[in-house]
């Protein structure tokens, strides 16, 4: 078994380094040519595995997009590449790099914290380096994505759930009728039956097309939003970056002040996020407080996030019973799963990770087993980009960094493979 698993590792880091472009890691060639924020993320750990000081230069690069006002874009466009819609045309920003116009998750905040940890005397400088970006980046989602102290998204890829059903009936309200000609690039590299349709991709290029007309300019663009939705994934990611990022300030003497103040009202807003009909944490339209009613990957993450409500476990534990892979990103119950299409029923490596770390911390059994069946569904399926949740079939692309990195920094550590 030994051996299987050296081979596995062998695998993993060749595709992080094929997908290296030097600073910076692409998800994976072709669909996604450039760094994507949250994916980068996962590369630092998966990097971290094999060469702890490019795993901090991949940090080092997201920062270097950073927004004056604080904002950390969901892409950077270092190279042009034709095969990618939409461009840094299509966007028209003004950071200090070709971006994009929105955000994702945070997770980097806590992965600089497990970077450290590794080894501390080499992540002092970086970490001194990235603590007032990384805070000022806190500063931004408190200012322009906070609604009754949980996190909103303003455009689903901030979510990194694009087509998630929690989003349907917000984008239901937007009539992309005026959206225009444009021709979809991802199709030519992976099945539509796997994709987001096109009215979801109508919609998401309407809100990409506002931005733009209103210059990516936050205040202005929080000014009748169109789509605003809290979101389980953007708040508990955030609460335990701030957290890390709380530890990070104290072992390095930083001020962590404001920080306090920011988990308090983060706690806070995650009890928004209850939902006692599905017994979950759920997403909430803001604009007019109404739940999705969607039991999701992201409605497990609060143990994650630092919250171990009793109630959720039994949720878990009947979402995962039919499904041997972990957790779905819809629920199989749900009439509107779909076990190929992206996130509206695969299984995410990376979602299982953040899960199942949530759940270690809290000492749940479900924890360790989320470990070994991911870890398994990779070594049996491959690096792929995600999983059909009822067989483990492999589905979007191909070679993707943030399985590998999956496998790397958790699925594949103390793995039982028989």
Same mark, same amino acid.
């Given at each position: 078994?030994?051996?299987?698993?050296?081979?596995?590792?062998?695998?993993?880091?060749?595709?992080?380094?094929?997908?290296?472009?030097?600073?910076?890691?692409?998800?994976?060639?072709?669909?996604?040519?450039?760094?994507?924020?949250?994916?980068?993320?996962?590369?630092?750990?998966?990097?971290?595995?094999?060469?702890?000081?490019?795993?901090?230069?991949?940090?080092?690069?997201?920062?270097?997009?950073?927004?004056?006002?604080?904002?950390?874009?969901?892409?950077?466009?270092?190279?042009?590449?034709?095969?990618?819609?939409?461009?840094?045309?299509?966007?028209?920003?003004?950071?200090?790099?070709?971006?994009?116009?929105?955000?994702?998750?945070?997770?980097?905040?806590?992965?600089?914290?497990?970077?450290?940890?590794?080894?501390?005397?080499?992540?002092?400088?970086?970490?001194?380096?990235?603590?007032?970006?990384?805070?000022?980046?806190?500063?931004?989602?408190?200012?322009?994505?906070?609604?009754?102290?949980?996190?909103?998204?303003?455009?689903?890829?901030?979510?990194?759930?694009?087509?998630?059903?929690?989003?349907?009936?917000?984008?239901?309200?937007?009539?992309?009728?005026?959206?225009?000609?444009?021709?979809?690039?991802?199709?030519?590299?992976?099945?539509?039956?796997?994709?987001?349709?096109?009215?979801?991709?109508?919609?998401?290029?309407?809100?990409?097309?506002?931005?733009?007309?209103?210059?990516?300019?936050?205040?202005?663009?929080?000014?009748?939003?169109?789509?605003?939705?809290?979101?389980?994934?953007?708040?508990?990611?955030?609460?335990?970056?701030?957290?890390?990022?709380?530890?990070?300030?104290?072992?390095?003497?930083?001020?962590?002040?404001?920080?306090?103040?920011?988990?308090?009202?983060?706690?806070?807003?995650?009890?928004?996020?209850?939902?006692?009909?599905?017994?979950?944490?759920?997403?909430?339209? $803001?604009?007019? =407080?109404?739940? %999705?009613? +969607?039991?999701?990957? #992201?409605?497990? !993450? @609060? &143990?994650? *996030?630092?919250?171990?409500?009793?109630?959720?476990?039994?949720?878990?534990?009947?979402?995962?019973?039919?499904?041997?892979?972990?957790?779905?990103?819809?629920?199989?119950?749900?009439?509107?799963?779909?076990?190929?299409?992206?996130?509206?029923?695969?299984?995410?490596?990376?979602?299982?990770?953040?899960?199942?770390?949530?759940?270690?911390?809290?000492?749940?059994?479900?924890?360790?087993?989320?470990?070994?069946?991911?870890?398994?569904?990779?070594?049996?399926?491959?690096?792929?980009?995600?999983?059909?949740?009822?067989?483990? $079939?492999?589905? =979007?692309?191909? %070679?993707? +960094?943030?399985?590998? #990195?999956?496998? !790397? @920094? &958790?699925? *594949?550590?103390?793995?039982?493979?028989?």
């Amino acid at each position: 078994m030994q051996a299987i698993k050296d081979e596995l590792d062998r695998r993993a880091i060749q595709i992080m380094r094929d997908n290296d472009r030097g600073g910076y890691t692409i998800p994976t060639h072709g669909l996604y040519p450039y760094q994507w924020n949250w994916d980068s993320a996962f590369a630092a750990l998966g990097f971290a595995a094999f060469d702890p000081a490019r795993a901090w230069r991949e940090l080092e690069i997201l920062y270097s997009g950073q927004w004056l006002d604080g904002m950390v874009p969901h892409i950077l466009f270092h190279r042009p590449d034709p095969g990618y819609f939409p461009g840094p045309d299509v966007w028209q920003c003004r950071g200090p790099l070709p971006s994009s116009g929105i955000t994702q998750p945070p997770v980097s905040l806590s992965f600089a914290r497990r970077l450290y940890e590794a080894n501390p005397a080499m992540g002092a400088v970086p970490v001194r380096m990235l603590f007032d970006p990384m805070r000022r980046w806190v500063q931004w989602f408190m200012a322009w994505r906070q609604h009754e102290g949980a996190i909103c998204i303003a455009h689903p890829w901030e979510s990194g759930r694009d087509n998630a059903a929690d989003w349907d009936k917000a984008m239901a309200a937007i009539d992309p009728a005026d959206v225009g000609h444009y021709v979809r690039r991802d199709l030519d590299h992976v099945h539509a039956a796997m994709r987001p349709t096109k009215d979801d991709y109508d919609r998401y290029i309407w809100l990409v097309q506002r931005g733009r007309r209103l210059g990516w300019h936050a205040p202005s663009l929080a000014v009748d939003q169109p789509f605003f939705v809290a979101d389980p994934t953007m708040t508990f990611t955030l609460m335990r970056g701030v957290r890390d990022l709380i530890w990070l300030g104290e072992q390095q003497g930083l001020p962590t002040a404001s920080l306090w103040n920011d988990l308090q009202m983060l706690e806070q807003g995650a009890e928004t996020l209850w939902n006692p009909e599905i017994r979950a944490y759920d997403s909430r339209n $803001a604009l007019d =407080g109404e739940f %999705s009613g +969607t039991l999701s990957n #992201a409605s497990f !993450l @609060a &143990w994650y *996030g630092g919250i171990d409500r009793p109630e959720l476990a039994g949720t878990l534990a009947e979402v995962l019973a039919p499904l041997p892979y972990g957790v779905p990103s819809l629920a199989l119950q749900d009439p509107r799963f779909d076990p190929k299409r992206y996130w509206r029923g695969p299984v995410w490596g990376v979602l299982n990770m953040l899960v199942g770390m949530g759940l270690e911390d809290f000492g749940h059994p479900q924890g360790q087993m989320l470990r070994q069946t991911t870890g398994r569904l990779i070594a049996s399926h491959g690096f792929a980009e995600y999983f059909d949740p009822r067989d483990g $079939a492999p589905a =979007g692309g191909g %070679s993707f +960094t943030w399985t590998a #990195a999956v496998w !790397l @920094a &958790w699925a *594949g550590v103390s793995i039982e493979l028989a």
